[in-house]
């Protein structure tokens, strides 16, 4: 079985890219990956959540091969609502581990901007049941926000507390160029933004950004060949949870996060003291919370708590997150996401994040989200050199 | 490398299934495939190619897990427009492959009536570049039309000859429980049928329907645990072409297919002389002839009039083909169809095709195809014992 590496990754910066189709910004992130790698993929996997809904547009997987000039190879898209660039990579990353093929560049895309006003509601609620929660007018961000007061109450934490998040996110993209927010933000200003879905302000909410990011995966026999340095993509993990969050028997426990998570570490060999930077899915402030607090970073209802106190700060923190922003700041263009992710711990750990640059970061963790919880990818990147 | 078995099916006839949404269609075939097995799967793959449009719902995945009383599974959704079904086969065939899960569930699952009037249309248009060629109003039905016509003109063949494929498609549901559309048809109805777009009429095109199929797909180490006879899926290839007809060298020729079904053989160490039933994407007549030349059955231009001699009938042919009577008899559920050919293949290489039966066939393929050869997908299945 082989390993698996990225050699190579593609980013572009989130926000309204209304000069950009769909296939413009894959292929231009889809190019910038190649030329970084110097290998030309065999195959492509495309990670997306609506297109269908943002540009009339299915059959990505075959559309962005055509795109990049990649005549004849395989493509598919993948995908898993807001965890579809994360579900993308984990098949790109099994059709390199079952030999398949040798290289496969993964690509994800969305264009957010291009939905009709009320459009990027009703298309992230395509995350949730149709039948049982779209249909009672629940939208996405009010269930977000159901589950921020549960654990608020449940767990002793305010308003306040939650906003840590955030903070953190809108500080560390400042310097990030591919970010999509960067201005800092204080814990009053989150509070004090316009209500969203209460407890939910705007400002603990990832915003609405078209954007796309790639990543090209190479086999152990194509390391060799890579103009880039690699680094190994050691563990790629999809777990689900009930479907919806009223179907759970403790709705702040995020199994799914837990069981990727314990596979993932299993796979690579690893501990979570090893992990040296947790590339989160802060969609929501909470959903940030209580994900650290699955993986086993934080006992329940102490993630916000220890945010404020540093301890996920990028420079001085045990254990660094959202190291260009994560969805909050950086972007959250929905099924790219997870793709960035996995490009940014790329960077980070080959020394290229720049001003963003964790030190002394060997492993990192990328952890995407479909719904809340319901379907939880996580990959283990590992510097190999 | 683990070799891949489909070791239990599931199918639901395909039609107006008002009473049913897309979780009871792909419930209904998935716990048929689980109990025809006997094993329960660690994973799930949904092949589905529009339900944003007609169910205003994504996440796919999890959604069939969930509904499947799968708790924790991984799942995901692979999309490749109308090879969306191939395409969910393939990357189930890939994590067994790889080693990853030792068995997954593929369901493939449309609903196309839930689609308003015109909605088919434009849903189906979305395998077609929205920049470049839904734009100038091309329906997908318009381009195949063209490209009937063209072939007609440069390979003598008459509108009459086409009509052989449905003719033949038709003859072969009246005994297939799962067919949508169960009635003999002659050359001159087909000829005589309204006309949807010159030259092809309402009964050279596949009909609107609703369906789901299941295969669960298994690696050797649980072989022994199946309750059914098993069949190895010896190979699952996907290619494609550029993207759509206009940018091609040659129309007539579909690289795709060939591509795919070229490495297939070759990974399954099989010719072409090898394969006895050929379940092929005859979404059109057109396409049928088409995908069988490119294949390398028929030489150019010679398909229509081979199947109007018999050659590809069920009983006395030389290469059975759409044994259940294909996309166009059986129903093309978009993303579900793909499915049903895999499972149909099933059903014929281990005697369970009732009176539909292919006698003495070993090896047969399934052929799924996205846009018109844009993605193919090629699977061929072997008996095994």
Redesign the interface.
Known sequence: ?SRVYVAGVGLTQVGDRWES?L?DLAAEVGFKAIEAAGILPE?VVVGN??S??S?????????V??ALGL???????????CASGG?AV??GY??V????LSSVLVVGVEKMRDLEPRGAS??L???????YT?FVGATFVSLNALLARLYMEECGVSREDLAAFPVLAHQNALTAPHAQLKRPITVEEVAKAPMISDPLTLLDCSPIGDGAAAALLVGEERVAEARSPVVELAAS???????SIY?RDDMLEF??TR?ATEKALETAGVGLKDIGLVEVHDAFSVVCALSLEAMGFSKRGMAPKEAAEGRFDRQEGEVPILAFGGLKARGHPTGATGVYQVAECYLQLTGRAGENQVEGVDTAMAHSV??ID??AVVHILRRCY
Do not use: D
């Open positions: 079985m189709s296939s195959g959540m609506f269908a809904h540009s009339s547009q299915e059959h990505l997987g075959a559309l091969a055509n005549e004849g190879v395989p493509a598919l898209k993948a995908e898993g609502a579900v984990s098949v099994t059709m581990k079952a030999g398949q009703l298309a609620a395509m995350a949730e049941s149709a039948e779209q993990t999809i777990a689900t949870n009930r479907f179907e199994t799914a069981r479909g719904g319901t379907t």
